[in-house]
Structures are given as C-alpha cells and as structure tokens.
C-alpha cells in the first residue's frame, strides 16, 4: 500500500510538471500580449500549482481509501498498480485545476499591472 502511494504520487508529480507547463503555455500563447504578461501569468500558475501538490496527497489517499472501503477492493495481486494509477490520476487533475486557476488569475493581474494592446 505505501509503495502505491509513493509510486503514484511520484508518477502523478511528474506528469502534472510536464501537463501544468503545457497549459502554462497554452494560456500564455493565447491570453497575453507581452512577455512581461507571459511571465506574470506563469510565475502565478506556477506558484498555485506548486502550492496544489501537497492537499494533492491527501485528496488522492482519502479518496482511494474511501473507494477501497466502498467496494472491497483486494489489496493482493495488481491492484497496487491500478492504486497507484489512481493516486496519480487525482495528483494530475488537483495540479492542473489549481494551475488553470493560477493562470487566469495571472492573465487578469498581468493585464492590470503591464497594460498592452487593446484589442
């Protein structure tokens, strides 16, 4: 059980770096103007997402102990691997939420502090 929680925290870290990045950039490609806009809104989305990572662990194991009191999951066999998969599913999507909305909030600072073309 510990090492489906080490492991799928590990992975679920790992993938929310890579998808918060891309998203980063997809909100900076599409909603700034300027690169001093860029970096504010990716050092707020940064910051939120990085903040993300620790509630992420514990969303991700109460709600994995829950699901396996719920339905009497067997802790033998493979399921540490789909338990581990599980934990770094809800890893990625708490990061990833907690990232979108550091980057909006980035988008609408950024715009009020570096003011660029209207438009």
């Avoid at 090492?3 to 925290?9: N, S, T």
């Avoid at 514990?58 to 067997?74: C, M, N, Q, T």
């Amino acid at each position: 059980m510990l090492a489906a929680i080490i492991l799928g925290y590990f992975l679920g870290t790992a993938a929310a770096w890579y998808l918060a990045k891309k998203l980063l950039e997809l909100f900076a490609d599409r909603y700034t103007h300027s690169p001093a806009q860029r970096r504010f809104m990716k050092v707020m989305g940064g910051v939120l997402g990085a903040i993300a990572l620790a509630p992420a662990i514990f969303i991700s194991v109460f709600f994995s102990g829950y699901l396996e009191r719920e339905f009497a999951l067997p802790v033998s066999g493979a399921y540490w691997v789909l338990h581990a998969l599980g934990l770094a599913l809800l890893t990625v999507l708490t990061v990833l939420f907690a990232t979108g909305m550091g980057a909006v909030l980035g988008v609408i600072g950024a715009r009020s502090l570096y003011p660029g073309r209207r438009g």
